[in-house]
């Protein structure tokens, strides 16, 4: 009985389970639909996201957005396993947190100060005009304005500053460091100190063009077109003389435009999600998040945000002008791949204070996989990546840290030197115009391996490894890299920082005067050389430079001791196989491929590259790797691959044809044989030409005593690819019968006619009469 009822319990479960997939729904939302239709069809569609918010959907239920429609609100995913979507034709739907901003008026005459009635509150951080992103209004306009004192991290003093306009309730932005940009509110404002809440744990620091302060969310700072602040009522803006109603204005009014919170299996599918104060997707304690072929964009602080969650993908997604990141996730087990990732934190003061804002991807996760990317144009780093079995690759990162310059274009740290990392991998990405290092390997990062990627034309080092240990850094090209093409730091007083570092198989392209290698060691307890062994590396140095391809600073004066190649090596005890190549500038060749397929580079004179490596006419690279050549000094004579074979068709029996020619396409040694065959070759010896490093033509001739055709075949002993056969038709000489009359006189002579007949080549006879 028992068996019976647990079989029944069994397939009432598998029944249940079956129905509830099989009955799952698709609903449909269109700004032409109502509210009060069932939803069901695209006929009769809903109208508004307060309308699915406030639905109970099933499990496997679909939501689709009509394409070419703009939807305002949260959308707030109210269970799991739920797909959201899009139907119809057109553009993607868009998901929007904008309130387009109208009812303008002058704050007063002429002072080309606008109000408007705003739902946005005081927080705002993100207007747009006509679509493009618009940081709030700020003084001092550009740079950063410097200070000679400061109090702690309450308060600075610039002897330049005024006392009107005061200051009191706006917002101080201060570049702290090279890594640190604060936001604080001005408690007070007294003739030139200004006093702030505190922000970070670092003291401010001021050096002319570099770090500083400026002021922002204040209506003193609006004096040229764009410039905006709100007091959480009115959205106030400087048009000048323009008319405000000539330009389509919108400020986020929402937090979050879609929230995914502790949901499992949910599917944000082919729309557009723009317009959130703070986030355009936010998800958090949630499992199994796709985010797939959407655009991410205007969003004040993050595009994507997921915290805590367990496995998230975002594939094929265009993620664009976010003021703090692009993609910010913690996960177990992420993946960021074949998306574009653009124009991510690019506004001093509009992203958030926590050392990594402005940066273009942030994932920390165990079993993360970023891939097939392209970040492009970030304030801070293109790719922060953490935690161990993480992969990235196949990338291509351009146009980062503009802002902050203590980073990279792919960036990790570890900050804990006891803690190891396991199944780290950087490889085969491209690096190419940063504001600072093209990787970096930060804060005791350690076990990681980096490997055949290219950088190129960034403004410090090529790569940057500060107190790292038991790395891998081999195959890499680091071209053209401001202060150096690799850097070894041992910045803290502990001499285990770094150490077990192999270094080998990389090629260092510099410019003029540019160090190849930089050790960078606290000298009261840092012994060079311990970082670890380096060796068969390329170095391409430009000949016309100072003998200086390799430097040691000594901390804390930062003392600066240069060396030549062979110094170094001596010095050392390194890069003992290692090259050294030297070519003028205009030169060298370097260029890379990023993209999924084979690229041909054609080169105009032969080349080498850094191990003398020859190479001619072309090479291929493969996807997402790079090359550095140099014109080759010596270059190799051309070898022969083929000949030709040309000559007459035709000529005449017992007499000498006309030359016959046989020509290598490059240097050849051997011998080319041509034999004869057919009816017409009877007592024609096979002809044998010998070559001896040369390329010159070589005739011969053959003179056939037999009429008929005569086939040429050509060979040879050294490899070469044979010509087709030549053919050619010896003639025989064909007997040609003249007819001769001869007519006599009256006086005696022949009379009649007689014939006689006579031969070519032969004479007649004498005629009598």
């Given at each position: 009985?028992?068996?019976?009822?647990?079989?029944?319990?069994?397939?009432?479960?598998?029944?249940?389970?079956?129905?509830?997939?099989?009955?799952?729904?698709?609903?449909?939302?269109?700004?032409?639909?109502?509210?009060?239709?069932?939803?069901?069809?695209?006929?009769?569609?809903?109208?508004?996201?307060?309308?699915?918010?406030?639905?109970?959907?099933?499990?496997?239920?679909?939501?689709?957005?009509?394409?070419?429609?703009?939807?305002?609100?949260?959308?707030?995913?109210?269970?799991?396993?739920?797909?959201?979507?899009?139907?119809?034709?057109?553009?993607?739907?868009?998901?929007?947190?904008?309130?387009?901003?109208?009812?303008?008026?002058?704050?007063?005459?002429?002072?080309?100060?606008?109000?408007?009635?705003?739902?946005?509150?005081?927080?705002?951080?993100?207007?747009?005009?006509?679509?493009?992103?618009?940081?709030?209004?700020?003084?001092?306009?550009?740079?950063?304005?410097?200070?000679?004192?400061?109090?702690?991290?309450?308060?600075?003093?610039?002897?330049?500053?005024?006392?009107?306009?005061?200051?009191?309730?706006?917002?101080?932005?201060?570049?702290?460091?090279?890594?640190?940009?604060?936001?604080?509110?001005?408690?007070?404002?007294?003739?030139?100190?200004?006093?702030?809440?505190?922000?970070?744990?670092?003291?401010?620091?001021?050096?002319?063009?570099?770090?500083?302060?400026?002021?922002?969310?204040?209506?003193?700072?609006?004096?040229?077109?764009?410039?905006?602040?709100?007091?959480?009522?009115?959205?106030?803006?400087?048009?000048?003389?323009?008319?405000?109603?000539?330009?389509?204005?919108?400020?986020?009014?929402?937090?979050?435009?879609?929230?995914?919170?502790?949901?499992?299996?949910?599917?944000?599918?082919?729309?557009?999600?723009?317009?959130?104060?703070?986030?355009?997707?936010?998800?958090?304690?949630?499992?199994?998040?796709?985010?797939?072929?959407?655009?991410?964009?205007?969003?004040?602080?993050?595009?994507?945000?997921?915290?805590?969650?367990?496995?998230?993908?975002?594939?094929?997604?265009?993620?664009?002008?976010?003021?703090?990141?692009?993609?910010?996730?913690?996960?177990?087990?992420?993946?960021?791949?074949?998306?574009?990732?653009?124009?991510?934190?690019?506004?001093?003061?509009?992203?958030?204070?926590?050392?990594?804002?402005?940066?273009?991807?942030?994932?920390?996760?165990?079993?993360?996989?970023?891939?097939?990317?392209?970040?492009?144009?970030?304030?801070?780093?293109?790719?922060?990546?953490?935690?161990?079995?993480?992969?990235?690759?196949?990338?291509?990162?351009?146009?980062?840290?503009?802002?902050?310059?203590?980073?990279?274009?792919?960036?990790?740290?570890?900050?804990?030197?006891?803690?190891?990392?396991?199944?780290?991998?950087?490889?085969?990405?491209?690096?190419?115009?940063?504001?600072?290092?093209?990787?970096?390997?930060?804060?005791?990062?350690?076990?990681?391996?980096?490997?055949?990627?290219?950088?190129?034309?960034?403004?410090?080092?090529?790569?940057?490894?500060?107190?790292?240990?038991?790395?891998?850094?081999?195959?890499?090209?680091?071209?053209?890299?401001?202060?150096?093409?690799?850097?070894?730091?041992?910045?803290?007083?502990?001499?285990?920082?770094?150490?077990?570092?192999?270094?080998?198989?990389?090629?260092?392209?510099?410019?003029?005067?540019?160090s190849h290698m930089t050790l960078l060691g606290d000298g009261r307890t840092y012994t060079v050389g311990n970082f670890g062994t380096?060796?068969?590396?390329?170095?391409?140095?430009?000949?016309?430079?100072?003998?200086?391809?390799?430097?040691?600073?000594?901390?804390?004066?930062?003392?600066?001791?240069?060396?030549?190649?062979?110094?170094?090596?001596?010095?050392?005890?390194?890069?003992?196989?290692?090259?050294?190549?030297?070519?003028?500038?205009?030169?060298?060749?370097?260029?890379?491929?990023?993209?999924?397929?084979?690229?041909?580079?054609?080169?105009?004179?032969?080349?080498?590259?850094?191990?003398?490596?020859?190479?001619?006419?072309?090479?291929?690279?493969?996807?997402?790797?790079?090359?550095?050549?140099?014109?080759?000094?010596?270059?190799?004579?051309?070898?022969?691959?083929?000949?030709?074979?040309?000559?007459?068709?035709?000529?005449?029996?017992?007499?000498?044809?006309?030359?016959?020619?046989?020509?290598?396409?490059?240097?050849?040694?051997?011998?080319?044989?041509?034999?004869?065959?057919?009816?017409?070759?009877?007592?024609?010896?096979?002809?044998?030409k010998t070559f001896s490093s040369s390329s010159a033509p070589q005739t011969f001739t053959i003179t056939p005593t037999v009429a008929?055709?005569?086939?040429?075949?050509?060979?040879?002993?050294?490899?070469?690819?044979?010509?087709?056969?030549?053919?050619?038709?010896?003639?025989?000489?064909?007997?040609?019968?003249?007819?001769?009359?001869?007519?006599?006189?009256?006086?005696?002579?022949?009379?009649?006619?007689?014939?006689?007949?006579?031969?070519?080549?032969?004479?007649?006879?004498?005629?009598?009469?």
């Amino acid at each position: 009985m028992k068996k019976i009822f647990l079989t029944t319990i069994f397939f009432l479960l598998i029944f249940l389970l079956h129905t509830s997939t099989s009955f799952a729904a698709t609903y449909y939302v269109s700004n032409t639909g109502l509210d009060t239709n069932n939803g069901i069809s695209s006929s009769t569609p809903w109208q508004t996201i307060s309308k699915v918010n406030s639905f109970t959907f099933a499990s496997g239920d679909s939501i689709l957005f009509n394409k070419g429609d703009t939807f305002y609100g949260n959308l707030i995913i109210p269970r799991s396993s739920l797909t959201i979507s899009s139907y119809g034709s057109g553009e993607k739907p868009i998901i929007s947190g904008f309130q387009t901003i109208t009812g303008w008026t002058e704050t007063s005459p002429g002072s080309g100060i606008y109000s408007a009635p705003s739902n946005a509150t005081s927080s705002l951080n993100m207007v747009t005009i006509d679509g493009v992103n618009t940081p709030m209004g700020r003084w001092p306009k550009t740079g950063w304005s410097t200070f000679e004192s400061f109090s702690g991290r309450t308060s600075i003093t610039d002897n330049q500053l005024t006392s009107t306009p005061n200051w009191t309730g706006a917002e101080v932005v201060i570049k702290k460091n090279n890594w640190t940009i604060d936001r604080s509110v001005i408690t007070n404002h007294t003739n030139n100190t200004i006093t702030y809440t505190s922000g970070s744990t670092y003291n401010p620091v001021s050096v002319d063009g570099v770090y500083g302060y400026f002021i922002q969310k204040s209506l003193n700072t609006l004096t040229q077109m764009g410039d905006w602040y709100t007091d959480g009522v009115n959205l106030y803006m400087y048009f000048g003389s323009n008319n405000p109603n000539s330009y389509v204005v919108k400020a986020s009014t929402i937090d979050k435009v879609i929230t995914i919170d502790s949901k499992n299996t949910v599917t944000i599918n082919d729309l557009t999600i723009e317009g959130g104060n703070v986030y355009g997707i936010y998800a958090y304690l949630s499992v199994t998040i796709n985010i797939t072929n959407s655009n991410i964009q205007f969003n004040g602080d993050t595009g994507v945000f997921g915290n805590s969650n367990t496995v998230i993908t975002v594939d094929n997604c265009n993620v664009n002008n976010n003021n703090g990141f692009g993609v910010y996730i913690t996960s177990t087990s992420a993946t960021l791949s074949n998306s574009i990732v653009d124009s991510n934190g690019m506004f001093a003061g509009m992203g958030r204070v926590d050392g990594i804002s402005y940066s273009g991807v942030y994932v920390r996760s165990t079993g993360g996989l970023i891939e097939y990317n392209q970040v492009t144009n970030a304030g801070y780093n293109g790719i922060m990546f953490y935690n161990n079995n993480f992969i990235v690759r196949y990338n291509k990162v351009d146009g980062t840290n503009s802002l902050i310059t203590d980073g990279a274009g792919i960036y990790t740290f570890n900050g804990n030197p006891a803690s190891p990392n396991t199944g780290q991998k950087v490889y085969n990405n491209i690096v190419i115009n940063g504001g600072a290092n093209g990787l970096y390997n930060d804060n005791s990062a350690n076990n990681i391996e980096w490997y055949n990627n290219v950088i190129s034309n960034v403004a410090k080092y090529g790569i940057h490894m500060n107190d790292g240990y038991s790395n891998s850094i081999h195959n890499n090209i680091f071209n053209n890299a401001t202060l150096g093409g690799i850097s070894i730091q041992n910045l803290y007083l502990l001499e285990g920082y770094n150490h077990d570092n192999t270094i080998y198989s990389n090629t260092v392209s510099q410019g003029v005067n540019t160090s190849h290698m930089t050790l960078l060691g606290d000298g009261r307890t840092y012994t060079v050389g311990n970082f670890g062994t380096s060796d068969n590396n390329a170095f391409i140095a430009e000949s016309s430079g100072l003998n200086l391809h390799h430097e040691l600073h000594v901390l804390p004066s930062y003392g600066l001791t240069n060396y030549t190649f062979a110094n170094w090596k001596a010095f050392t005890g390194k890069e003992t196989n290692s090259t050294l190549t030297t070519a003028t500038l205009s030169s060298i060749l370097f260029d890379y491929n990023a993209s999924q397929s084979n690229k041909t580079v054609s080169l105009s004179v032969p080349m080498i590259d850094g191990l003398g490596t020859k190479y001619t006419g072309s090479t291929i690279l493969l996807p997402y790797t790079g090359i550095v050549l140099v014109p080759d000094p010596n270059p190799a004579t051309p070898s022969a691959t083929t000949f030709t074979l040309t000559g007459p068709i035709s000529g005449s029996i017992n007499t000498t044809s006309t030359n016959f020619t046989i020509t290598p396409n490059n240097t050849y040694t051997g011998t080319i044989t041509i034999t004869p065959s057919g009816v017409g070759s009877t007592g024609i010896s096979p002809i044998i030409k010998t070559f001896s490093s040369s390329s010159a033509p070589q005739t011969f001739t053959i003179t056939p005593t037999v009429a008929g055709s005569i086939t040429l075949t050509p060979s040879n002993n050294g490899g070469l690819t044979n010509p087709s056969n030549l053919t050619y038709t010896s003639n025989a000489v064909i007997s040609t019968t003249y007819t001769l009359s001869y007519t006599a006189n009256a006086n005696g002579t022949l009379t009649g006619t007689t014939s006689q007949t006579v031969n070519s080549g032969t004479s007649g006879t004498a005629i009598t009469a």
